[in-house]
């Protein structure tokens, strides 16, 4: 079987992860007679049944750059060993079944393991997967953040942007396929079709919630879906410094997150009295649905329509930490994790979460049923 090129192509595998389509593998999933049986002998087991069995082979993978903690909290759940196999940018561990239980975002390595399209990996129906939200350790992803010095000197800045963003998001989650074209135009090196697969997916974690409810708030930040993924995180994150690791453990939403300015935006008739009139997002990754909201808000006027000359977004990726970016003034806002920017304020920085726009979380274990037969 011919390797696959190596590629990030969505900002969560600490972030997400990648770009450049792996190349096509032939015969990626074709199935027998028996393996069809064993398909529907696997399909009555529970999702119980087929961690441990992956647990017990030690064959559960995780990127482990920051959405691990679910994971950890799965495993914890069925009373296993907390460990998992480093999985690397690829599917490649899955599609060769060193990996039973890989993990994956919704949005983007799920797709390249169902679909067809170039990069794909082809196996359509024939996979299934573990989802976090489902399980009930679920964490938190993408949001929108600040300094709270920032947000105190600039409140209608801050909560015109809001307003602005959120208006992207509304659109680009009702028109996800034009969503895709203007993020493909904008310059990301993510193919056209993974693109539109990319901004469906993500439309779903914008407006649902980890229990499954549509969600017509967006940007709602849901008190109980943050507190247990904050919970999750206190559990098994070790921070280096011993006095930040004592100050994470005391950490409360109310430190982390301030719902004053989404207030403020959405009882608002757009109209704002902004005091910077440029300012800059710095997003987790490289151009790509995943952020699409934005690109929408700067295609469709909506930053210029509450009164700002420029908005720019800035790309990730590298040795750029958004937390850091926005700390140190180099931008103005980010889009990073509730994880991250708890672990970064602990750590003594000055952040706070002012609108949560994934709803429920975008990481699921996808495995082939045949195996667990």
Known sequence: MKKRLKRLVC???????????LTACGGGGGTSQSSTA?????????????????????????WGLGNEYEVLALLAKYNLPTKYLSQDFTMDGFDDDSILLASAMTYNELGLVKNDYDGGYKYGDKVKYIDMNDEGVAMMEDNIFTTKKFAKENPETTAAFLYASLKGWEYAVAHPDEAAEIVYKAGSSVSPDHQKYMASEVAKLVSTNTKGEKVTDIGNMDDSAMQQTLDIAKKYVTLDDATANTKFKALTLDDIRDKTFITKAKASDGKFNIEKKSVKIQLKWLPQAQFMGYFVAVEKGYYKEVGFDNVEIVSGGGDIAETTAVNNGTVDFGVTWETNLASADASGMDLVEIAQIYQRSGLVLVYKPEKFS
């Open 11 to 21: 900002a969560v595998t600490v972030a997400s992860l990648a770009m450049s389509m």
């Open 38 to 62: 064993q398909t529907t002998q696997a399909a009555d087991l529970k999702a119980e049944d087929i961690i441990k069995k992956a647990a017990e082979q030690g064959k559960v993978g995780n």
